[in-house]
């Protein structure tokens, strides 16, 4: 059997750069994957079938509705694959949430049918495929700290960071991602400044001061729509030892960070003692994925 982990994608900035005339937006991300997300298992089998389970799982479809299924069933086509698969999906990570969960999982199965039907494929050429489903597939493909340009298929090398714990909390409100760029107005074709890259964050310093230089431009519009995002920024700010905080993507996951893992840890116990209903999720920010 092959596992695959599926972390979650934590935008800790995301700047709107310009928008393509088919719409979609080019943006400048500066993304990391903080461990303990999704986890999928492949094993070899006749048919093609996908079973979901865990705190996320209820709703989820096992049908051609998944991005899971559809790059399964892509791959079986294009490589003249024979065989199957039974395909095994644990739910952790929130849906619609703004960390990429979907697009996650649809990388982790790129990466284990590469595996179970050894097909061969290259990292940037599973991050290619990836590239036809949505445009976060690639950045999950290599699941390590790094700039996205482009819609999010231009992938900067691994960017060092320091070794903060990370804290994500989720309202349980799902959020749209179309709904949310669509409020931001971006005229068609303009092309804007684009952030500067950095390769090495070396100190917390120099990355809380970068962070606090740039943006989450889908942050606005999402609070004003889903008003509790607001009380989720409200509480990171108010909590102890956060040393920054921000919305992820499109909402409504937002995140903070903390000197260390141990104290993401009992900022987590204190946030979930208070609101039982939310999502909360301590990690270490420098783990690649
Ligand atoms: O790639 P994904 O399917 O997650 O994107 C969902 C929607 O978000 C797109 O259909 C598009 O409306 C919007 N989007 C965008 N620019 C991007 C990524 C997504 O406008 N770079």
């Known amino acids: 059997m092959i596992i695959e982990q599926a972390p979650p994608k934590v935008n800790l900035t995301l700047d709107i750069t310009g928008r393509r005339e088919d719409g979609y937006h080019l943006l400048h991300s500066l993304v990391v994957f903080p461990g303990g997300g999704d986890e999928l298992s492949f094993e070899p089998s006749k048919k093609l ?5 865990g705190p996320f799982s ?15 069933a892509y791959l079986r086509s294009y490589f003249h694959v024979t065989s199957g698969a039974n395909i095994h999906l ?8 703004g960390i990429g969960g979907g697009s996650a999982d649809a990388a982790a199965t ?13 990292r940037e050429r599973l991050q290619e495929i990836g590239a ?25 090398d691994q960017v060092v960071m320091p070794g903060l714990g990370i804290l994500l909390v989720n309202p349980g409100v799902s ?6 760029f669509s409020k931001l107005n971006y005229p068609k074709g303009e092309v804007g400044d684009v952030p500067e890259k950095v390769s090495r964050f070396g100190d917390t310093g120099s990355l809380i001061a970068y962070l606090k230089a740039r943006f989450n431009d889908l942050q606005s519009p999402a609070v004003s729509l889903v008003s509790e995002i607001a ?3 409200d509480v990171l700010e108010g909590s102890d030892s956060s040393l920054f905080h921000r919305m992820s993507g499109s909402g409504a996951t937002c995140f ?28 270490s920010l420098n783990r690649g994925g």
């Open 110 to 122: 790129l990466r284990g049918l590469n595996k179970l039907w050894d097909l061969g494929l290259g």
């Open 175 to 180: 959020v749209a991602t179309p709904l949310i």
């Open 49 to 53: 079938e996908l079973t979901v389970s």
């Open 132 to 156: 036809l489903f949505g445009a976060d597939i690639p950045v999950c493909v290599k699941s390590v700290p790094c700039f996205m340009e482009g819609v999010g298929e231009k992938l900067s």
């Open 90 to 97: 644990t739910k952790n990570l929130p849906v619609a949430s």
């Open 58 to 72: 209820a709703g989820l479809p096992t049908s051609a509705d998944n991005l899971v299924v559809q790059i399964a």
């Open 256 to 283: 903070a960070l903390y000197p260390s893992y141990e104290i993401a840890t009992t900022a987590a116990s204190a946030i979930s003692s208070a609101h039982p209903d939310w999502w909360v999720h301590p990690a």
């Open 231 to 233: 009380n989720v920024l």
